[in-house]
């Protein structure tokens, strides 16, 4: 069965960093390209950053430009965002999510994903 787990979500202050990660189950992630998204309560579900296969390309939401860094191990099947100098508003459900073809242009479209994990809350508070 294809699953993919996100972690490292939690309670952090502004102005500081934690680190998500997304693993594979059931299959490897060698061949797709992975979305973050996050879904803030009453809003909908938004992109947030993007990366191919090969983590060549990347892409991000102007809101996290700057501040978020997507990277992928794909020897150990993780991806990973990278959350700095974070604000209240980053607080969200954070998903990631694969997809079997990469368009930089359209990554951030949750349309394009196949395969969803279950979300990270991630909570930015003082």
């Known amino acids: 069965q294809l699953q993919l787990v996100e972690s490292g979500g939690g309670l952090v202050q502004p102005g500081g960093s934690l680190r998500l990660s997304c693993a594979a189950s059931g299959f490897t992630l060698d061949y797709y390209a992975i979305g973050w998204f996050r879904q803030a309560p009453g809003k909908e579900r938004e992109g947030v950053s993007c990366i191919s296969s090969s983590g060549g390309r990347t892409n991000y939401a102007d809101s996290v430009k700057g501040r978020f860094t997507i990277s992928r191990d794909n020897a150990k099947n993780l991806v990973y965002l990278r959350m700095n100098s974070l604000k209240p508003e980053d607080t969200a459900v954070y998903y990631c999510?694969?997809?079997?073809?990469?368009?930089?242009?359209?990554?951030?479209?949750?349309?394009?994903?196949?395969?969803w994990g279950q979300g990270t809350q991630v909570t930015v508070s003082s």
């Open positions: 999510a694969a997809a079997k073809l990469w368009d930089g242009n359209t990554c951030l479209n949750r349309a394009r994903y196949d395969y």
